[in-house]
């Protein structure tokens, strides 16, 4: 598996009891790590066993790149004249987090060029390709559909999922079905971005146990050529949706300590399945089955497979 996270962090965690705002408040925990959301993906599939390359952007010299000694993946590092941003999520005792994501620097045409073309020589060969998270500043917002296509020139057989938001994931929209990845993995509000719907809506529906909208707006862009739409849910679990066939999981009983990178974990999960040849619906178990993993985990708390249970998240037809 190969991963691109254009835009790359270090990911600090801050736990208090409780967020009172225009107060002094006193963390309980702190923990600083390598993140951004391929690089989760990466570090998710290896710690279950899987070849793992991750290609982010960042200086030798960087406190990223000495973050990602620690992560057990292949890195490779694009060189940038600028620093790796922090991104900050503050977790609270009843579960909640709220996170503080900075820009990041702003990179150049040739830095650009550069990480792409990174991804062109290491991805020939690969099972998959996740290219994952925000864009930096400076890139085009319509960048992702270009990495779409490289990848596909380099990698003909790989399973090619993007997961991105607003004005990128508006963008790689816009260049359907040409630059079609063949997985894409929203949240309910980035689906309504997508097809001109209402996020809380969709959530709402499926927190009620109707996934019925979520499945009609997921089939929009099937029809866009779109292969596999994998839509996390949050607490509701996640919907699979395809040309063919709709599913819904709903995950196992989860006491919630931090939900950073669950979405990461929940991909990481339906992509490592994919590379098995799990049927769809042994994918969509094993995405929510990681996610909610994650979940349970303070920090971006990344699961290995023994905490992941796949006996206790429900798959069903939707």
């Given at each position: 598996?190969?991963?691109?996270?254009?835009?790359?962090?270090?990911?600090?965690?801050?736990?208090?009891?409780?967020?009172?705002?225009?107060?002094v408040?006193?963390?309980?925990?702190?923990?600083?790590?390598?993140?951004?959301?391929?690089?989760?993906?990466?570090?998710?599939?290896?710690?279950?066993?899987?070849?793992?390359?991750?290609?982010?952007?960042?200086?030798?010299?960087?406190?990223?790149?000495?973050?990602?000694r620690a992560?057990?993946?292949?890195?490779?590092p694009?060189?940038?004249?600028?620093?790796?941003?922090?991104?900050?999520?503050?977790?609270?005792?009843?579960?909640?987090?709220?996170?503080?994501?900075?820009?990041?620097s702003?990179?150049?045409?040739?830095?650009?060029?550069?990480?792409?073309?990174?991804?062109?020589?290491?991805?020939?060969?690969?099972?998959?390709?996740?290219?994952?998270?925000?864009?930096?500043?400076?890139?085009?917002?319509?960048?992702?559909?270009?990495?779409?296509?490289?990848?596909?020139?380099?990698?003909?057989?790989?399973?090619?999922?993007?997961?991105?938001?607003?004005?990128?994931?508006?963008?790689?929209?816009?260049?359907?079905?040409?630059?079609?990845?063949?997985?894409?993995?929203?949240n309910?509000?980035?689906?309504?971005?997508?097809?001109?719907?209402?996020?809380?809506?969709?959530?709402?529906?499926?927190?009620?146990?109707?996934?019925?909208?979520?499945?009609?707006?997921?089939?929009?862009?099937?029809?866009?050529?779109?292969?596999?739409?994998?839509?996390?849910?949050?607490?509701?679990?996640?919907?699979?949706?395809?040309?063919?066939?709709?599913?819904?999981?709903?995950?196992?009983?989860?006491?919630?300590?931090?939900?950073?990178?669950?979405?990461?974990?929940?991909?990481?999960?339906?992509?490592?399945?994919?590379?098995?040849?799990?049927?769809?619906?042994?994918?969509?178990?094993?995405?929510?089955?990681?996610?909610?993993?994650?979940?349970?985990?303070?920090?971006?708390?990344?699961?290995a497979?023994?905490?992941?249970?796949?006996?206790?998240?429900?798959?069903?037809?939707?």
């Amino acid at each position: 598996m190969v991963t691109v996270t254009p835009n790359p962090s270090i990911d600090a965690t801050v736990h208090i009891p409780a967020l009172r705002r225009g107060e002094v408040v006193r963390a309980t925990a702190t923990r600083k790590e390598a993140g951004g959301k391929g690089i989760n993906v990466a570090h998710a599939a290896a710690m279950a066993g899987y070849d793992a390359t991750a290609v982010a952007p960042c200086q030798q010299s960087d406190p990223f790149a000495t973050a990602m000694r620690a992560v057990p993946v292949a890195f490779v590092p694009v060189h940038i004249a600028s620093a790796v941003r922090t991104n900050t999520a503050i977790t609270e005792d009843d579960g909640t987090t709220t996170k503080v994501n900075e820009a990041g620097s702003e990179l150049s045409d040739a830095e650009l060029s550069a990480v792409e073309s990174a991804l062109a020589r290491n991805c020939s060969g690969a099972d998959a390709v996740a290219l994952a998270g925000s864009l930096p500043p400076g890139a085009p917002a319509d960048w992702y559909a270009s990495l779409v296509h490289t990848v596909r020139a380099s990698a003909t057989d790989a399973i090619v999922a993007v997961d991105t938001s607003d004005a990128p994931l508006l963008a790689l929209g816009q260049h359907l079905p040409l630059a079609a990845p063949d997985v894409i993995k929203p949240n309910a509000f980035e689906l309504a971005q997508l097809t001109d719907n209402d996020g809380r809506e969709l959530e709402a529906r499926a927190a009620a146990g109707d996934y019925a909208p979520v499945v009609s707006a997921a089939r929009d862009l099937v029809q866009r050529g779109i292969r596999e739409v994998l839509v996390t849910l949050g607490s509701a679990g996640a919907c699979l949706i395809t040309a063919e066939a709709a599913w819904a999981a709903t995950p196992p009983p989860t006491v919630v300590k931090s939900t950073v990178g669950a979405g990461d974990s929940s991909l990481a999960g339906y992509l490592t399945a994919r590379i098995d040849g799990e049927t769809l619906a042994d994918c969509l178990r094993r995405a929510v089955a990681y996610g909610s993993a994650a979940a349970a985990l303070p920090g971006t708390g990344l699961p290995a497979p023994t905490d992941v249970h796949l006996d206790h998240t429900d798959v069903f037809p939707v």
